[in-house]
């Protein structure tokens, strides 16, 4: 099983970014899948989760109203769509898959104990 997230970059407050994840080594429509952070010293964090139906998404506080989760169940890809980015956002994203939990569980849940983990890409955000 691959997880390849691409489009990190170093970008401006203000500016947007869209990350995106490819997988492949799974059937994907069966997953739900999230989207995670860890910056230097902290501890990885859930940003947004979709579920395998695509209709359940959660969001945490700290991105909650800048950014949008989405899935295409036919490029294999989830992906998201961060704006108004601001400097805490400067992190490491990574991706994940596990299957069919609701999008809270994948949230809130040990993170060891995810089926799957992707590499990850790093934004900066700096002026």
């Known amino acids: 099983v691959q997880l390849q997230a691409s489009g990190g970059g170093q970008v401006h407050p203000g500016d947007s970014l869209r990350l995106s994840c490819a997988a492949s080594g799974l059937t994907f429509s069966r997953y739900t899948m999230g989207w995670f952070r860890q910056a230097p010293g902290k501890e990885r964090e859930c940003v947004a989760t979709i579920t395998w139906t695509g209709g359940i998404t959660f969001y945490a506080d700290s991105m909650k109203g800048r950014v949008t989760i989405s899935r295409d169940d036919a490029e294999n890809t989830v992906y998201l769509q961060m704006n108004s980015l601001e400097p805490d956002d400067t992190a490491v994203y990574l991706c994940?898959?596990?299957?069919?939990?609701?999008?809270?569980?994948?949230?809130?849940?040990?993170?060891?104990?995810?089926?799957?983990w992707g590499n990850g890409t790093q934004v900066t955000v700096s002026s």
């Open positions: 994940a898959a596990h299957l069919r939990i609701t999008a809270y569980t994948m949230a809130t849940m040990r993170r060891d104990a995810m089926d799957y």
